[in-house]
């Protein structure tokens, strides 16, 4: 039987879907100014498309002409806490633990958009999840499902800011919930516990120096100023959530499909050193840490390597120096010298 689209009917059939939250805006042109000031300091770092895309970013009907609606979607993937690294492993940001996201994002929209057709056939709607420029934190602010905190995450009050989140544009005119107010008060542990100083502002990241940015968008060269304060990343960083007081008593709710997959926690330094192309597509295939690369593993691996002070990876980065991957052999040569090689 079909009908018109309306509040309560979207949001149940998003929840059917899997998500865990669910909100709606009134579509419409965004303030550029936030967008804008990032550019202008150049925070974007190597990640041009946030400028070569910043009137699709700032307005959803270049993505769907018509558009009335933006459904904003939260998916938690807030686990049960695993232990902390090994002196021989390297930690990995909590997002990247399960299957990538982007395919599990993918698949509940599919099956919200299923419904909402089979409800009104005429509908034409625009399901994103990080891969169009979308600015999917905004929408969610504005849409209800939480507030961007000072650390420049999505924060929700149900699963602090452990979500990752996708839109659905609609050109059906569905009554809009309040946008969320911003609840940080005076709180700033974020910007202190940044263990680069990537949170210039607060709401804002340099990604020239976040952690997150070298370890997974960069390809290459990583300078020696950020590989010394890697600590024990090796993919990603949390260490700007987990000081987060919205974050301490969130109880674990994640996405089945997001849940951490064995060895995937935390990741042996020994076989990253080691890893092959081969290897790197059988074991990484399918998740969100096939987002650094073969190379860019290899290097975090290198890099976190040299951090250790331990001269058992001297043989393992000796070999390193004579990849073919240019950001290898620096992290090699970096990690020998920090080894006194």
């Given at each position: 039987m079909t009908g018109r689209l309306d509040s309560?009917?979207?949001?149940?059939?998003?929840?059917?879907?899997?998500?865990?939250?669910?909100?709606?805006?009134?579509?419409?042109?965004?303030?550029?100014?936030?967008?804008?000031?990032?550019?202008?300091?150049?925070?974007?770092?190597?990640?041009?498309?946030?400028?070569?895309?910043?009137?699709?970013?700032?307005?959803?009907?270049?993505?769907?002409?018509?558009?009335?609606?933006?459904?904003?979607?939260?998916?938690?993937?807030?686990?049960?806490?695993?232990?902390?690294?090994?002196?021989?492993?390297?930690?990995?940001?909590?997002?990247?633990?399960?299957?990538?996201?982007?395919?599990?994002?993918?698949?509940?929209?599919?099956?919200?958009?299923?419904?909402?057709?089979?409800?009104?056939?005429?509908?034409?709607?625009?399901?994103?999840?990080?891969?169009?420029?979308?600015?999917?934190?905004?929408?969610?602010?504005?849409?209800?499902?939480?507030?961007?905190?000072?650390?420049?995450?999505?924060?929700?009050?149900?699963?602090?800011?452990?979500?990752?989140?996708?839109?659905?544009?609609?050109?059906?005119?569905?009554?809009?919930?309040?946008?969320?107010?911003?609840?940080?008060?005076?709180?700033?542990?974020?910007?202190?516990?940044?263990?680069?100083?990537?949170?210039?502002?607060?709401?804002?990241?340099?990604?020239?120096?976040?952690?997150?940015?070298?370890?997974?968008?960069?390809?290459?060269?990583?300078?020696?100023?950020?590989?010394?304060?890697?600590?024990?990343?090796?993919?990603?960083?949390?260490?700007?959530?987990?000081?987060?007081?919205?974050?301490?008593?969130?109880?674990?709710?994640?996405?089945?499909?997001?849940?951490?997959?064995?060895?995937?926690a935390a990741l042996a330094i020994e076989a990253?050193?080691?890893?092959?192309?081969?290897?790197?597509?059988?074991?990484?295939?399918?998740?969100?840490?096939?987002?650094?690369?073969?190379?860019?593993?290899?290097?975090?691996?290198?890099?976190?390597?040299?951090?250790?002070?331990?001269?058992?990876?001297?043989?393992?980065?000796?070999?390193?120096?004579?990849?073919?991957?240019?950001?290898?052999?620096?992290?090699?040569?970096?990690?020998?010298?920090?080894?006194?090689?």
């Amino acid at each position: 039987m079909t009908g018109r689209l309306d509040s309560p009917f979207v949001k149940a059939a998003a929840r059917r879907a899997g998500f865990h939250e669910v909100g709606i805006a009134r579509a419409g042109p965004l303030d550029p100014r936030a967008l804008d000031r990032v550019l202008a300091q150049g925070w974007e770092a190597d990640m041009a498309w946030l400028g070569t895309q910043r009137a699709e970013r700032l307005d959803p009907a270049r993505l769907l002409p018509g558009v009335r609606s933006v459904v904003a979607l939260a998916l938690s993937y807030r686990a049960e806490e695993a232990a902390p690294p090994g002196p021989a492993e390297g930690a990995v940001a909590r997002y990247a633990r399960g299957r990538d996201y982007h395919a599990v994002m993918k698949k509940r929209l599919k099956a919200l958009q299923a419904e909402l057709l089979a409800q009104d056939p005429a509908v034409r709607c625009l399901g994103t999840a990080d891969v169009a420029p979308t600015m999917e934190k905004v929408w969610a602010e504005r849409a209800g499902l939480g507030w961007i905190g000072k650390n420049g995450c999505l924060i929700t009050p149900r699963h602090g800011s452990w979500v990752l989140l996708a839109t659905l544009l609609l050109d059906r005119e569905i009554e809009p919930d309040a946008p969320h107010p911003e609840r940080c008060g005076t709180c700033a542990a974020c910007l202190p516990a940044c263990p680069t100083g990537a949170i210039p502002e607060p709401g804002f990241v340099d990604a020239r120096r976040c952690l997150s940015f070298w370890t997974i968008e960069r390809r290459g060269h990583i300078p020696d100023e950020v590989a010394a304060q890697l600590g024990r990343w090796a993919f990603g960083c949390d260490d700007c959530q987990t000081v987060c007081p919205w974050n301490v008593e969130v109880p674990p709710g994640s996405d089945p499909e997001l849940r951490p997959r064995e060895g995937q926690a935390a990741l042996a330094i020994e076989a990253l050193l080691g890893l092959t192309e081969a290897e790197y597509a059988r074991r990484f295939h399918g998740t969100s840490l096939a987002r650094a690369r073969h190379d860019g593993l290899v290097r975090n691996a290198a890099l976190l390597a040299g951090g250790t002070a331990d001269p058992r990876w001297r043989p393992l980065l000796e070999a390193l120096r004579a990849s073919p991957h240019e950001g290898v052999r620096a992290a090699a040569a970096w990690a020998l010298g920090r080894l006194g090689g």
